[in-house]
């Protein structure tokens, strides 16, 4: 058996299969030709009539063209002759179409280079940024069933040279469908019906150097189950499932059809595209600046310059991430996107309020430009008001007008009054707390257990409190106790008294008053 050593993906190409009469007397040659010894498979019966002693015959069976590449055996079942056929991957240019006979045509074109891409998440909006060293491209892909069966087709059937396609957003934040800033959608998972087609994007990240010297996407075509079982051999433009080749005598098929098995699966390409080389602009961030050290409550100006040291213009998309304390994972702040020519910079602010008091870390990506600002707890003096970053104003007095808010004891009034008194070495503390929605959305008040009293270093929490409505203090002051709500609507308002134990050598000079959330204070109040 001889032909062709080395073909492409979808090229015709037949076989010759020769014979030689050893005998003493005429006779006819049969024989099954298989690729890969499978006996389910479709097999071609070569029959050669009349062949005389000693007479040398040849016939040629074909022609084949090959759907997947890889290395192929064709093996005459009772003989043993063989002959292998590899079978490469077509190379095209960006923007070609490779198409095999009877089934599906698949081009790629329209390659765009990106510094970045956004998407939306319940958390805000996020930057998708390549490493440092690489950019993100996009490429149409389109895929035409001309077959009469179906076609499946996935993202992971590309793949692009040094780099790799990407078929989801990470930390599963959803698909890319998500992806602002691309026309049409992503190219899908898809089963294609005959006649049918499907097209959309692909997203890859590359390395700079390997796009500036041209981008390369390949594609292996997904096995069909009995594919995946024997590689089906098609003879070209015809559908029988067995066939006859026949010297001599009657034929009894027009068609040629075989099986064979790939000897590597599929790790070989069916095509690939080589696109021009792409033209970068090269992005720095010149700055990322802030204030060191702010109280909280006050929003931080954070400063960002970015130049644009490439030969092309380009848009800059990055995304201002944060994490604050002890977080590990990084959080959307803001986005910016820039329009700069060669050469060109730009700068701009944008003012951040941080949630909580301690360390808060700020990056900008793509790149490791990155600056912390450390967050020190509110301070007011008594009767001076606080707002948090959700819209609650927060006042705390100790006492009132006619009373200095220390006393060793007092009057409690549940229906009936009760005095209590404090235990030799203590008094008792009286604040009163005032908290107002100034928001426009519902907010949730601090509650009586986020208060607390500090004197010489040392906090004491609430010693009496109760969110009974008619529960309150008779003497020295007169009012409810501070039990808000869960949730307070706009413009409400809630005052309240609260109770502490202190030393009784505690002066109203050195007393605070803190609030806290989770057990850290953001706020206190003195003299």
């Known amino acids: ?267 070989i390409p069916e095509a690939r595209w080589r696109f021009d080389p792409v033209e970068l602009p090269r992005f720095e961030v010149t700055e990322l600046q802030m204030l060191g050290e702010v109280e909280f409550g006050e929003s931080v100006t954070v400063t960002v310059a970015v130049e644009n040291t490439g030969s092309v213009a380009g848009t800059y998309r990055g995304g201002l991430e944060h994490r604050y304390a002890d977080a590990t994972d990084w959080h959307p702040s803001e986005t910016l996107e820039l329009d700069l020519s060669p050469g060109s910079s730009a700068t701009r602010t944008t003012e951040i309020e941080p949630p909580e008091p301690g360390t808060a870390r700020y990056r900008l990506r793509p790149g490791s430009a990155a600056a912390s600002v450390d967050v020190h707890p509110a301070t007011r003096t008594l009767a001076e008001s606080f707002t948090t970053p959700e819209g609650a104003r927060l006042r705390a007095e100790l006492g009132n007008d006619h009373f200095d808010g220390l006393l060793a004891s007092y009057i409690y009034d549940a229906g009936g009054n009760e005095t209590y008194r404090a235990p030799p070495g203590k008094t008792f503390a009286f604040v009163s707390v005032t908290a107002e929605n100034t928001a426009t959305e519902s907010v949730e008040f601090p509650d009586a257990t986020a208060f607390s009293v500090a004197v010489d270093g040392e906090s004491y929490s609430v010693f009496h409190q109760s969110s009974d409505d008619g529960d309150g203090l008779a003497s020295p002051v007169d009012g409810r ?47």
Request: glycine share 12%; hydrophobic share 35%.
């Open 1 to 267: 058996m001889s032909g062709p050593n080395n073909v492409v993906v979808g090229e015709r190409f037949s076989l010759s299969v020769s014979v030689t009469n050893a005998g003493g007397q005429s006779g006819e040659f049969a024989d099954a030709l298989t690729v890969g010894g499978d006996a389910d498979v479709p097999e071609t019966r070569i029959r050669i009539a009349d062949v005389a002693s000693s007479e040398a015959r040849t016939v040629e069976t074909g022609p084949f063209s090959l759907g997947h590449a890889g290395d192929y055996r064709f093996e005459l079942a009772e003989t043993g002759a063989s002959h292998v056929v590899s079978v490469s991957g077509r190379s095209l240019r960006g923007g070609e179409q490779f198409a095999l006979d009877d089934g599906p045509a698949v081009g790629l074109m329209g390659l765009s280079p990106h510094s970045g891409l956004f998407y939306d998440t319940a958390n805000g909006r996020v930057v998708l940024a390549p490493d440092p060293d690489s950019v993100l491209v996009t490429v149409e892909a389109s895929v035409e069933n001309r077959g009469n069966s179906q076609v499946r087709v996935a993202p992971e059937d590309f793949s692009v040279a040094e780099g790799e396609v990407l078929a989801a957003l990470p930390r599963n934040e959803g698909d890319l469908t998500g992806l602002d800033g691309i026309d049409g959608d992503p190219f899908a998972r898809e089963t294609i019906e005959p006649d049918e087609a499907q097209t959309g994007w692909l997203l890859a990240e590359v390395p700079r150097e390997r796009a500036t010297a041209g981008p390369e996407f390949a594609w292996n075509r997904t096995r069909t189950e009995s594919e995946t079982r024997n590689e089906t051999v098609s003879p070209a433009g015809e559908d029988a499932d067995e066939s006859e080749t026949t010297v001599g005598g009657e034929t009894n098929a027009d068609s040629t059809t075989a099986d064979g098995t790939s000897a590597d699966g599929d790790s």
């Open 481 to 527: 106790f501070y039990a808000p709500e869960s949730e307070s609507e706009p413009g409400a308002t809630h005052t309240g008294w609260l109770v502490f134990q202190v030393p009784d050598d505690a002066s109203t000079d050195e007393l605070s008053v803190r609030c806290s959330s989770d057990g850290d204070a953001f706020v206190s109040w003195s003299a």
